[in-house]
């Protein structure tokens, strides 16, 4: 499977008598240290590994409609922002925000549930029964992961790897058990989730590629260059093309895209729900984009993230109607 992600530099070793930015051993009195020589050696200093990064990523908003998508939802995202509901009551709105998204991501790995029904089970005036059938595993992975999200949001710039076994451990709960949990796959570990996508890679393939995508949340977070929702989609896509997990994959996915979406300031209220914005493109549609994203190509990567972006304007949408029901009193 290509890689979409840019992999790590490996660093170059350039003989002693190639110029290079290493401190030179040369004498004081060598026409290097003068000042026009600096700056002619500072002209020509290569760039730094996270420039040449924030460059790779910041072309893929040249693919088609992913610029457009980007702009429309940011532009989705500030209007949400300043909702009138939003200037009091943002813990109300983001609450149920987690309530519907955790409802969303539970539908997109085919566990469906009125959001009546899961608003009880995460306020807790509804008890989890004894004994969990597989869609209220599911769901109760997506409520756990959904609601993890929120708590990662201060760690997922910094520590991306850290926030993502996190959530693994909150989504992978109800199924998996002892050290499976919160960790990549290893050794002769499968999966055999989101087949559509093609063989989940090796483990050592994986434990690669997360090492880069760590980096390009890392770039990215410290820099403006590239939308937020571009990085948050192309975290999201990557989580379920390289599948790290034995299981709940694809609830990781999408609970680490909520996370970006309020931790790099696109949502930093947190009202917005992307997972709804997938749901409401459509089951057969996120799949299929995800799928093209993990077969490679700039075509396939172009498709996805031109699709999150519209996933994330409906998902702001989403965000309106929550905070028109939160100001009228009237969730439902």
Not at 127 to 150: N, Q
Not at 189 to 212: F, H, N, Q
Not at 235 to 250: D, K, L, M, S
Request: hydrophobic share 45%.
């Amino acid at each position: 499977m290509p890689d979409p992600i840019p992999s790590r530099p490996t660093p170059s070793r350039t003989p002693s008598t190639t110029p290079s930015t290493t401190p030179s051993t040369t004498p004081s009195t060598t026409p290097s240290t003068t000042p026009s020589s600096t700056a002619s050696n500072a002209a020509v200093r290569p760039p730094t590994p996270q420039t040449v990064l924030l460059d790779q990523l910041a072309a893929l908003t040249d693919l088609p409609d992913v610029r457009d998508r980007a702009d429309a939802a940011r532009e989705a995202c500030t209007a949400l922002r300043f909702h009138e509901a939003l200037r009091r009551r943002i813990p109300e709105a983001s609450a149920e925000s987690r309530v519907r998204g955790a409802q969303a991501s539970a539908a997109l790995d085919g566990a469906e549930f009125p959001v009546d029904v899961v608003r009880e089970l995460m306020s807790g005036a509804r008890d989890w029964p004894d004994d969990l059938d597989p869609g209220l595993r599911t769901l109760k992975g997506a409520v756990s992961a959904t609601a993890e999200s929120e708590r990662v949001v201060g760690l997922v710039r910094t520590a991306p790897l850290q926030a993502l076994a996190r959530l693994h451990v909150a989504a992978a709960s109800p199924v998996v058990s002892g050290d499976a949990l919160g960790r990549p796959r290893i050794g002769d570990e499968g999966c055999t989730e989101l087949v559509d996508l093609g063989p989940a890679p090796a483990p050592t393939v994986v434990a690669a590629r997360l090492a880069s995508l760590s980096d390009v949340i890392v770039a990215a977070a410290g820099s403006n260059r590239v939308p937020a929702s571009v990085v948050a989609a192309l975290v999201h896509a990557e989580i379920a093309a390289i599948r790290p997990f034995v299981h709940g994959n694809g609830l990781v996915a999408r609970a680490m895209e909520r996370a970006l979406v309020q931790a790099l300031g696109l949502d930093p209220t947190g009202v917005a729900v992307p997972e709804a914005g997938h749901v409401a493109n459509g089951g057969p549609a996120y799949l299929g984009a995800l799928t093209a994203y993990a077969q490679g190509g700039a075509a396939g990567v172009g498709l996805w993230l031109a699709q999150a972006g519209e996933a994330m304007v409906r998902g702001a949408a989403e965000g309106e109607r929550i905070s028109d029901a939160v100001r009228a009193g009237r969730l439902s």
